[in-house]
């Protein structure tokens, strides 16, 4: 049984999240149809590579969590595997890093920093990541005035837990085991 906040061991805690995660879910109103339209000149994703890779690449997946990300494939069945835990929000965190790094205007740059930080970092955000309070303090002061390496530390850390958690489960689920077939 869960103790005392500072005692409780790893698995309370992801199951605590688990549940957040799922009430917030069933708590959201429904979006309205307006919302659901995609704008024409937002750019579409690019679409995962259709050949399954070589076993070979897949292996090194194992060793190198930046592999597994450089993968498109590799990327698409990790968030898969994870959404299938319940536990997408580290990657999704990475991945609003990335996109982040890559925006130009100043403009756009306040406006996704607020995004990720209300998505990911404030207390009790809808995906909330597993960061330290040093960590969190950082980029909270680093956000007062946005650069493409405001989320940088905070994205290391999430990467290690990721390294460290996330890609150990997933080299032992069977997402993985397909690809060495």
């Known amino acids: ?25 069933l708590l959201q109103k429904p979006d309205p149809a307006a919302d659901l339209v ?28 930046d592999k597994l990300l450089q993968s498109s494939y590799g990327l698409a069945s990790f968030k898969s595997f994870l959404k299938s835990e319940f536990s997408e929000e580290n990657l999704e965190f990475w991945m609003a890093c990335e996109d982040f790094k890559k925006t ?12 990720i ?33 405001s989320f940088d530390v905070a994205q290391k850390r999430v990467h290690a837990l990721m390294e460290k958690d996330s890609l150990p489960r997933f080299v032992r689920s069977e997402f993985y085991q397909e690809f060495m077939k």
């Open 117 to 149: 930080y209300e998505e990911f970092i404030q207390t009790e955000a809808p995906k909330e990541v597993n960061i330290d309070h040093f960590t969190k303090d950082i980029t909270v002061r680093n956000l007062v005035e946005p650069s493409p390496s």
């Open 104 to 115: 130009k205007s100043a403009a756009k740059m306040v406006e996704k920093a607020k995004k």
């Open 1 to 25: 049984m869960c103790k005392g906040l500072a005692a409780l061991p790893h698995s309370c805690l992801e199951r605590a999240k688990e549940i957040k995660i799922k009430l917030g879910t």
């Open 38 to 65: 995609i704008p024409y000149n937002e750019k579409p994703e690019k679409p995962a590579k259709t050949q399954k890779p070589s076993p070979e690449e897949a292996l090194q997946w194992r060793d190198s969590l």
